[in-house]
């Protein structure tokens, strides 16, 4: 299976998250994007190639312009205003205010575009998330034209990103921007499949309306976990794209056996929508020993679905999205890889 993988999710490499109350070392950190590449290159996956440039035409597909100009020009503004730290957003149009207009000081654009704390802006960032998307576009360029798998190591991962809003350690949407691109060349049908332990809230947005992509999500139940607000059972998609999102929320303690049900369960919607490509957003935070999730999934688990993915028999493009027990994060990513490539 190709791989293909950018030096320059390096330049994300913030110093500060906020969690428990504390400024604390990002858990979404460079490390893990290189121990997946080595596990790639130790497993022989197959070839590694970097990616493509599609500039910013494929963003503005799915995010909106005045988002994409803050991210380019937050870091910037903030530093601008004196601050000597990372831009963290810390005050919202919360339920009390009204619609807001968007305001001038970089400090309100924040807290109008962010929807978490934990996430700060730093220098480089943004040419990270630059070539995260450029991953995911080369990655799916490919498996349209194979018909065959590819993986898309991404870094920063992209699902908590919506239309207009940053957080979950995600900036640019890219298993959504690289859906949208398969469709806007001649696609008519996209299934993504969300596995990341935490709910694809952005992806959920951008595609809540739309019966062209199918939104399907396996996650912590957000009434125990984050991001909090979205990914209910009930929400089931509105207007055309009625019946079109499925959420499968689940609870705390959730075993594979549970979860693998759930997967099943998905797998049979997304056959009866017979689409032309399926986008995995794989996270693989679901394992046992994750330090901020609470599912409990073993390594093998992993190979094994990995295996139901792979007899789905649809050409297919992983996008890396979370996964923070960094030791094991190489192998329980490629362990769905293999499993995959198993499968045919
Ligand atoms: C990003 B991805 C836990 C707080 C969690 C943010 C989690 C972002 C996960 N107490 N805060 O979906 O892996
Ligand atoms: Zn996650």
Known sequence: MLTVYSEKHKLRDSKAEIFGGEL?????CPRRAEIILERVKTQKLGP??????????????????????FLETCYSEWKAKGFGGEAIALCWPTRTMNAPQIPRDIEGKLGYYALAAETAISGGTWEAALASKDVALTATDHVLKTKGAAF??????????????FGGYCFLNNAAIAAQNALDQGLSKVALLDVDFHHGNGTQNIFYT????FFLSLHGDPMDAFPHFLGHAEETGIGAGAGLTANYPMRPGTGYAAWKAALEDAIARIHAYKPDLLIISLGVDTFQNDPISFFKLTSDDFTD???LLGNMGLPTVYVMEGGYAVDEVGI?????????????
């Open 332 to 344: 329980n990513t490629i362990n769905v890889l293999q499993g995959h490539m198993a499968a045919q």
């Open 24 to 28: 604390v070392p990002p858990f979404e």
């Open 152 to 165: 898309a190591l991404c870094r920063p991962p992209g699902h908590h990103a919506a239309i207009d809003q």
């Open 305 to 307: 679905y990995g295996q």
């Open 48 to 69: 590694i190639i970097s990616p493509n440039d599609y500039g910013l035409d494929p963003v503005l597909a799915v995010h909106d312009a005045g988002y994409v100009s």
């Open 210 to 213: 739309r019966d062209d992509v």
